[in-house]
């Protein structure tokens, strides 16, 4: 992001890590049960209530680990990356942190991420072939693996099922596809007070996330959004322009998705608000949605195109190449990837393990959510994004075009051509760095 190389925001928070550093810079110490141990610090970002619940899991770990003691780090998920970034730009990152995928290819390029490729190897209490393959896929390089899997998200339609119902709308069902999905949208899109406009809509068309909103939409339709080697965008190639058009058009020209203008007057989360009948939404969502008092809601999979498709992402534990604690770091990232924790995070409902034989288990199929196991299915057919680095940029560039199009002021062939551009030219500067991903 930009915002990494903001001069004053780097300063000052190099300035905050630099002002913190006395009281977290010693290595080792002495336990209350006269144990000499080891301080390692954690860093991630979160909710009050996820931070406690790692409090609750740290404690259990040095339980297990007396010689351990871990230094839990946390901010908001705007600060947390500025703050990482200065920490790693004045060499005092902490042992382990909390990782995307967005992000991995940059560190990894500035040889600030341990090779953990090694580690595993090495250690045969921990087998990768536990995980659900992508969110191991996400962080290999290689024979290089940067970080540990945590969880593993993936994008569904949440709709609510009091509009559907009120409108006398069937019921999406696991085998939808485009043109079902459309009718219902327009079968649910109402203008209340006649004025021309509707109150409620069918869809919530987002164009700022590849991952939630518009990535799948081409994948569906056989396009791609990058070549497979990442040194070419597909944005501008037929099948992608087709699937892109189906999707702007949604707001565009059916009029069943918010525009700009109406998203900002209907506030950031019109799914919870009851304004739209379906939204496209990452299993992270569980846990606020189930905040809805006025209405009954459910969860289907995404509609399919010419095939089915669904993107996959995921959170992974990395540790900071030059830590001086690397063993302890090592044990605290395998207890990150163990049982005991994947169990709480299915608990949670903030995210679906990565752990196989939990996320499948019924500690996190509970039954609390119609339509929770189509997050699973989907996984056997669900692909990462196109990570490389720069992705934030990649990702920037195509939404400055794509908001053109919502706007519009542009059609989307020629918005789909000049997004292609543009990332044609960062992959290029990828290329010319030598550090394609």
């Known amino acids: 992001m930009n915002t990494w190389f903001h001069v004053t925001a780097l ?10 550093s006395g ?11 006269g144990i000499s141990r080891t301080t390692i610090r954690y860093s991630r970002w979160g909710l009050p209530e996820e931070i406690e619940a790692e409090r609750q899991l740290i404690r259990s770990f040095e339980e297990k680990h007396p010689d351990i003691h871990v230094v839990l780090e946390f901010s908001s998920w705007g600060e947390y990356w500025n703050k990482l970034q200065a920490q790693m730009a004045a060499g005092t990152a902490p042992d382990v942190f909390l990782l995307n995928g967005g992000y991995s290819n940059d560190y990894a390029a500035r040889g600030q991420l341990e ?17 659900f393959p992508q969110t191991v896929a996400i962080f290999q390089e290689g024979q290089a693996l940067w970080a540990l899997p945590r969880d593993c998200n993936t994008v569904a339609i949440y709709y609510n099922k009091t509009i559907f119902q009120k409108r006398g709308v069937p019921f999406p069902k696991p085998d939808w596809d485009w043109q079902d999905f459309l009718e219902k949208a327009k079968a649910c899109t109402l203008d209340e007070n006649n004025d021309g ?9 987002g164009y700022d996330s590849m991952e939630v909103h518009w990535g799948y ?22 099948n992608a322009v087709e699937a892109l058009r189906f999707y702007s058009d949604l707001v565009v020209k059916h009029k069943v998705a918010p525009d700009v203008a109406q998203s900002s007057t209907f506030g950031s989360n019109m799914f919870l608000t009851g304004r739209v009948a379906m939204s496209p939404e990452g299993s992270w969502m569980i846990k606020a949605f189930k905040e809805a008092k006025s209405f009954e809601w459910a969860i289907a999979p ?24 690397k063993q302890a770091a090592w044990e605290f990232l395998k207890f990150l990837a163990s049982r005991e924790y994947q169990e709480l995070l299915a608990k949670s409902g903030t995210s679906i393990p990565a752990l196989r034989e939990v996320a499948e288990s019924a500690i996190y199929l509970d039954g609390t959510v119609e339509g929770k196991q189509f997050f699973l299915e989907q996984l056997t057919y669900a692909q990462p994004l196109d990570f490389t680095r720069n992705f934030a940029k990649i990702e920037e560039a195509i939404r400055g075009e794509l908001e053109a199009v919502w706007l519009g002021r542009k059609a989307v062939e020629a918005a789909a051509k000049d997004a292609a551009q543009a990332v044609d ?9 030598g550090a394609n991903r």
Do not use: H
Not at 115 to 131: A, C, F, G, H, I
Not at 197 to 205: C, E, L, Q, S, Y
């Open 11 to 20: 300063a000052l928070a190099v300035g905050v890590v630099l002002s913190l």
């Open 302 to 325: 995404l509609p399919k195109g010419k095939r089915k498709a669904a993107p996959v992402n995921g959170l992974g534990n990395a540790m900071y190449a030059k830590s001086k604690n």
């Open 23 to 33: 009281c977290s810079d010693r290595s080792s110490e002495e336990s209350p049960r």
């Open 197 to 205: 406009r509707p109150d409620i809509f069918g869809f919530n068309a």
């Open 425 to 433: 030219k960062i992959l290029a500067e990828n290329a010319v760095s």
């Open 115 to 131: 090779n953990l490729k090694p580690w595993v190897d090495r250690d045969t209490s921990l087998s990768l072939e536990q995980y």
């Open 217 to 238: 939409w081409v994948w569906q339709n056989n396009g791609e959004i990058l070549n497979k080697s990442k040194t070419k965008c597909m944005l501008g190639e037929p």
